[in-house]
């Protein structure tokens, strides 16, 4: 069943020139049919450079959006409209805004899970590989960092000489882990290596053996001559890994980092979407000339940072 429902995704691809993008925090049989995986900002590069009309982005809407931004010419597709991460809404432009009135001087640094709204109102853009890298070649020493206070806080100690600021916001999802949930962790698997994902607690992220973007996470576990690693990011991540290195192993480093969001999107909702398309279906991201350009001045200052 699951397979004659990829094969109809695999020829409607093919006869409406649509590519199907996926986070990597996709279940298996999305991963499957998609031309490429990979974390958000990968996936946005790619809606570039991918020659298709049509883009089916499946993850969320930021990262949708952000597709849609560095390529208004493609038609850009949601899989499922009600996906959009918790952190992205957390904080008003007028909010952002009323801050920057107040100390113009710092500069505004947003992670890439923010809405095209907030955007606006921010300096340079980041995403968890790039995070430092752009902190660290920014001549600017005051810099107010949203939402994600973990992210923030990594970003603090990789740079310590600038004065950053946070705020009080983050992924619900890599915060409900715990110091316990790694203690237990690391009690079961004892010479397993630990990776997580810089959105999870410092008091997680300082005793863990690598710190990185999901795609960072993967990439170290492949190329480690360790054979055993504890994947503190959305369980998806654990269970692709034991795909592609069947001779490592890999645990998840609590039960708690499913993402709702991320797994709302279903094989189901990637076949209708692609029956919708060209056919006045489909949940298309629309956005208005202005409010890309105005978005995308903290993604063009980051593209020339990093
Ligand atoms: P990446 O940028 O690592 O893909 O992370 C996106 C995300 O939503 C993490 O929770
Ligand atoms: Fe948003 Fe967290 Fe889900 Fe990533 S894991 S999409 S940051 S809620």
Same mark, same amino acid.
């Given at each position: 069943?699951?397979?004659?429902? /990829? ?6 691809? !093919? ?13 298996? *049989?999305?991963? *499957? ?8 900002? /990968? ?36 899989? $499922? ?10 904080? *008003? ?24 709204? #907030? ?36 970003? /603090?100690?990789?740079?310590?000489? !600038? ?19 790694? &203690? ?8 397993? #290596?630990?990776?997580?994902?810089? &959105?999870? %607690?410092?008091?997680?992220? @300082? ?26 990011? &959305? ?6 890994? /034991?795909?592609?290195?069947? @001779? !490592? ?11 709702? %969001? ?8 990637? #076949? ?5 398309? $060209? ?28």
């Amino acid at each position: 069943m699951i397979k004659d429902v /990829q094969e109809r995704i695999l020829k409607l691809k !093919k006869e409406k020139d649509i590519c199907i993008l996926a986070h990597s925090y996709q279940g298996r *049989e999305i991963v *499957e049919v998609a031309d490429f995986v990979g974390d958000s900002f /990968q996936l946005s590069r790619m809606a570039q450079t991918a020659p298709n009309a049509n883009i089916l982005f499946c993850g969320v809407h930021f990262m949708a959006e952000t597709a849609k931004m560095l390529s208004p010419e493609k038609r850009v597709y949601l899989a $499922n409209p009600e996906a959009g991460c918790p952190m992205a809404e957390q904080m *008003e432009p007028d909010m952002i805004q009323a801050l920057k009135d107040m100390d113009p001087e710092r500069k505004v640094v947003a992670y890439i899970n923010t809405t095209a709204k #907030l955007k606006c109102v921010c300096d340079v853009c980041v995403t968890s590989s790039s995070a430092v890298k752009i902190v660290k070649a920014m001549e600017d020493k005051k810099i107010l960092f949203i939402p994600d206070c973990n992210l923030g806080a990594f970003v /603090q100690k990789a740079v310590p000489d !600038k004065d950053i600021k946070l705020l009080q916001g983050g992924c619900p999802v890599h915060a409900s882990v715990t110091l316990k949930d790694l &203690e237990d962790a690391k009690a079961k698997h004892p010479d397993a #290596l630990v990776l997580v994902h810089p &959105e999870c %607690n410092p008091e997680v992220t @300082d005793r863990a053996d690598y710190v990185g973007s999901t795609s960072g996470i993967m990439e170290y576990a492949k190329k480690s001559d360790a054979k055993e690693f504890i994947i503190g990011t &959305e369980m998806s991540i654990a269970e692709h890994l /034991q795909y592609e290195e069947p @001779d !490592k192993k890999f645990y998840i480093l609590s039960k708690k980092i499913l993402c709702p %969001n991320m797994k709302l999107t279903t094989l189901m909702d990637v #076949l209708n979407s692609c029956e919708g398309i $060209n056919c006045g279906g489909g949940f298309e991201i629309l956005m208005s000339d202005e409010e890309i350009k105005a978005a995308r001045v903290c993604i063009d200052e980051m593209l020339r940072l990093g």
